[in-house]
């Protein structure tokens, strides 16, 4: 009798991982306006009023790094699969909506979430990303075909009108003081007319599902994943201090059992501390990134220094330039992998963003009974 062989499986972010997805860099456009990209790129950045393809230097010099990284993690017994990326400069539409182009599939974590055998599409929440699933259908066709025990789910696309999102958002001079204000007071572009979410705004404990509330997921959808996950439960939780909070995976970064690192410019707040630290977690301060800018024409922030990918309990990749954040996971007993990764930031984030977890040894835990 032939053995049934599982190919999808993951319940947290630290167990040893052997089995990932990493994106891709072809195509990538800069996508054009639209309310809810509008609101999370930077007021004063170089992206704004302009969009299009990216030259392709740069897509060459981001791909080298991501076919660098995705052989570093080979070299480790790591199994590495990479999506088909489609044409993202063409327009596309809905019958609410037209947008000029699309964005592309360099980080796979916004738009897959694993959770044990499950691969769930997650709604996204930008028209630009609309049909970034296609990217990874070839691949969750296969795990579907090849492990009958692994499911994929896809959760209800958003419809994306103009209902959900906030006018006030629609400037590009509110201001930091007020925009961190409207975060503070969890009055974010996102409305709640309909369920959104990305996957990178959820971390995986076990049992335990904690989502940011933010730009780019909404308490809808939140609401959504917590009847989708019956048997895990889902904590909301909010980071005063980020202007543009888009993604976890920058802010709150679990290390292995026991251990997070915060941002220290945007704390969890007390209340939601205690879910952690009730059950003897340690969350301390991440170490200060080594930039003082993202590099040219990148959404994030340059808290992509924390955007690490653990690849077991004692073994971390980080960005080869974030020297302080090398140390400070050094001096905590990680063994740190360096992996040059800056020049290609601008194409969808950090070394988290650009994988998506398919296989990680062990089983499903509950760390906060
Ligand atoms: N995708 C993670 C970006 C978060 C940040 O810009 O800080």
Redesign the pocket.
Known sequence: MSKIKTIVNSWNEWDPLKHVIVGKADGTCIPAPEPALDAKVPEDSDMRGQFGPRTKDTVDKANQLLDNFSNILIKRGIKVDRPDPINFNQKTSTPDWEADTMFGCM?PR?VLLTVGNEILEATMSYRCRWFEYLCYRPLLKKYYDDDPNMKHESAPKPRLTDADYRKDYLSDKIGIQKRLKWTEDKFFVTTEEEPLFDA?DVLRFGKDLVVQHGFTTNLKGIDWLKRHYKDHRVHAVNFPG?P?P??I???FTPIKEGLIINNPQRKLPKEQRKLFENNGWEIIDSAQPAHNEPPPLC???T??SM?VLVLDPKTVCVEKSEVYQADQLDRLGMEVIPVDMRDAYAF???LH?CTADVYREGELKDYFP
């Open positions: 980080p916004d990178a980020d543009y888009i993604h995976d920058a802010t959404y994030s922030s808290w992509l955007n969808g984030g950090g963003c």
